[in-house]
């Protein structure tokens, strides 16, 4: 396995512009730890899911439309959940009503399935949900990220999931044929891990899942791992993985998207510290390149790509953490050549916050260019989103 010596990119030292402005979804409970998207009442509008860490809540946010997404947006508690630390929505059960999986840490340990109401005029009534503990899950590990998919293609909707520190690992939940039976759900360990940031699901043109990739932050190794699902036989999942190891960083969320005009798809981590990190998915062998962080920031957390000044060209967006008293949401708008690219920093939110979170970005107000979407949990922001200026 090889890492071949990093490639620091120009970055412009023009003045930043002004910040964004914010738009506050919820702020009533304490800790929001994470955003995740989920159209939950089929109105092809996307609904967020997050978990309040300190708060010991899930709540799922029904999307009020661009004409009043600015203002808070109508929500249900959907159950407990002590020292949550991510929560996303899922049809475990395939009754076409989205339930919630949430993943606890602290001395918690647990995962927790809130069953939604089977009627859907109940959805958004906080007493007609009903909360229970998937039995395997007590006390493995720290649990800290998952995603929900048909692992094994059984038609039965499976969850992976993975954690940190004792006992940290990644793996996967078989849902059994009944998902409401939860002492039947089994186990699959896939690798052992040191803490793990995010993980990011593949699927091939027909929606069937082909793998993920996942970051783990810290030892027994640092990087990214590659798990692609090489053939199924009799329900038996057989994988093929790829390993991209970054020595003495902590790598922290991670993307999917082009990095540079004409480069293939690339991972780029938020690398805790003071640069951002981007490798193509090429094989075992992943060529780096770094671009530093802007000064007076915090240090990286959440990260995505897209055309944020709708130019044709990407542009990174990134939240921070350790941001106490700098910024903590920023972007750098791209310029140059392939052969010389510029990166032009940008300010989105200003000094308010210290923790931010993982990053989405979607067109919330309906004018054509991409907001960021994340929360704060120290300064206690909560779910909020940033309105893109451009148009």
């Known amino acids: 396995m090889r890492l071949l010596l990093a490639l620091a990119l120009m970055v412009s030292t023009i003045a930043l512009a002004e910040p964004w402005q914010r738009h506050c979804i919820d702020n009533t409970s304490q800790g929001a730890d994470g955003v995740r998207l989920y159209d939950v009442d089929h109105d092809g509008l996307q609904d967020i899911v997050t978990g309040w860490e300190e708060g010991g809540v899930v ?15 109508p929500l249900v508690t959907v159950g407990e959940a002590k020292n949550v630390e991510d929560a996303f929505a899922a049809d475990l059960n395939n009754d076409g009503q989205p339930d919630v999986v949430s993943f606890c840490e602290g001395n918690t340990q647990t995962i927790n399935i809130h069953w939604a109401p089977k009627s859907i005029g109940d959805y958004w009534d906080a007493d007609s949900w009903r909360t229970e503990v998937l039995p395997a899950s007590k006390y493995m590990q720290q649990w800290m990220f998952g995603f929900a998919a048909d692992i094994n293609r059984d038609g039965r909707v499976d969850i992976i999931a993975a954690g940190k520190n004792k006992n940290a690992a ?8 009944n998902p409401h039976a939860l002492d039947q759900w089994q186990w699959h360990p896939l690798w052992d891990l040191g803490w793990v ?68 798809i690339q991972a780029l981590v938020a690398a805790k510290g003071d640069d951002l990190i981007a490798f193509p998915l090429n094989g075992h062998t992943a060529t780096s390149k770094t ?3 802007p000064p007076d920031t915090g240090s990286g957390k959440g990260v995505a790509i897209d055309d944020i000044d709708l130019d044709g060209r990407n542009d990174i967006v990134f939240t921070c953490e350790h941001a106490e008293g700098l910024r903590g949401v920023m972007g750098y ?10 990166w ?28 960021l979407l994340t929360c704060e949990e120290k300064e206690n922001l909560g779910v909020i989103w940033y309105e893109n200026p451009t148009r």
């Open 59 to 73: 709540r799922v946010y029904r999307n009020p439309g661009p004409e009043q997404a600015k203002q808070a947006w």
């Open 170 to 177: 990644v793996g996967w939940f078989e849902a059994p044929e």
């Open 197 to 264: 940031m995010s993980m990011i699901p593949r699927h091939n043109d027909q929606g069937l899942f082909t793998g993920f990739i996942l970051s783990n932050r810290r030892e027994p190794w640092c990087g990214l791992i590659d798990f692609r699902i090489s053939s199924i036989q009799n329900k038996q999942v057989n994988w093929t993985t790829s390993f991209y190891l970054l020595p003495e960083r902590e790598n922290l969320f991670m993307t999917l998207g082009v990095f540079l005009p004409g480069d293939p």
């Open 291 to 293: 671009i530093p962080m």
């Open 333 to 342: 708008r791209q310029s140059g050549t392939k052969q010389n690219p510029q």
């Open 344 to 371: 032009q920093p940008f300010d989105i939110g200003g000094v308010a916050g210290t923790k931010f979170d993982r990053i989405e970005l979607i067109d919330l107000d309906g004018d054509g260019d991409l907001d």
